[in-house]
T-cell receptor, first 110, second 113 residues
Framework: SQQGEEDPQALSIQEGENATMNCSYK?????LQWYRQNSGRGLVHLIL?????REKHSGRLRVTLDTSKKSSSLLITASRAADTASYFC??????????FGKGTMLLVSP | EPEVTQTPSHQVTQMGQEVILRCVPI?????FYWYRQILGQKVEFLVS????????KSEIFDDQFSVERPDGSNFTLKIRSTKLEDSAMYFC???????????FGPGTRLTVT
């Protein structure tokens, strides 16, 4: 697989449930970032985790990073219909260029 | 809140024509990027720009592509002779020197017919 591959490709849950998305990558990284994209719109930065960090929180978001397994997970707690979007992990193997995965499409039903 | 803007939102052009996609990055940002997303595929890096020169480019960014910061506020991507496979959403992004977080514009949908 290529750098920054998300799993699952699609996820459908009910409002109030938690959503977990995973990302795997192949090369060493400086940091890993998660972005959200609403249909047909630009990408919005959600959270960044550096290679020397293991876990980070921001509001309802929790991201983990395991550099030994080259994987990261994004947890959205108490999901809302407005969380419906595609979620991408982006690795930064070098200085700043982002390498994106294919994304996870999250559908949160009311 | 400051944001990255892009114009036009949708550009339709014929194969072989030149197109210029325009971006206005956030005013105090120093690093600028172009990415593209072919329909249904992942977002791909094209080029990064800092201090009035290209700092990194991908294999996609061949001689048909060029970037310019003509006036200190705009950042443009030019495709000299468009091909059908250039049809995609093109995103501009910028960041400041103190953060890795990139701010993306809403994109320009380029359709080559």
């Amino acid at each position: 697989s290529q750098q920054g591959e998300e799993d699952p490709q699609a996820l459908s849950i009910q409002e109030g449930e938690n959503a977990t998305m995973n990302c795997s990558y192949k090369t060493s990284i400086n940091n890993l970032q998660w972005y959200r994209q609403n249909s047909g719109r630009g990408l919005v930065h959600l959270i960044l985790i550096r290679s020397n960090e293991r876990e980070k929180h921001s509001g309802r978001l929790r991201v983990t990073l395991d550099t030994s397994k080259k994987s990261s997970s994004l947890l959205i707690t108490a999901s809302r219909a407005a969380d419906t979007a595609s979620y991408f992990c982006a690795t930064v193997p070098g200085y700043s260029t982002l390498t994106f995965g294919k994304g996870t499409m999250l559908l949160v039903s009311p | 809140e400051p944001e990255v803007t892009q114009t036009p939102s949708h550009q339709v052009t014929q194969m072989g024509q030149e197109v210029i996609l325009r971006c206005v990055p956030i005013s105090n940002h120093l690093y600028f990027y172009w990415y593209r997303q072919i329909l249904g595929q992942k977002v791909e890096f094209l080029v990064s720009f800092y201090n009035n020169e290209i700092s990194e480019k991908s294999e996609i960014f061949d001689d048909q592509f060029s970037v310019e910061r003509p006036d200190g506020s705009n950042f443009t991507l030019k495709i000299r002779s468009t091909k059908l496979e250039d049809s995609a959403m093109y995103f501009c992004a910028s960041r400041d020197e103190n953060s890795y977080e990139q701010y993306f514009g809403p994109g320009t949908r380029l359709t080559v017919t």
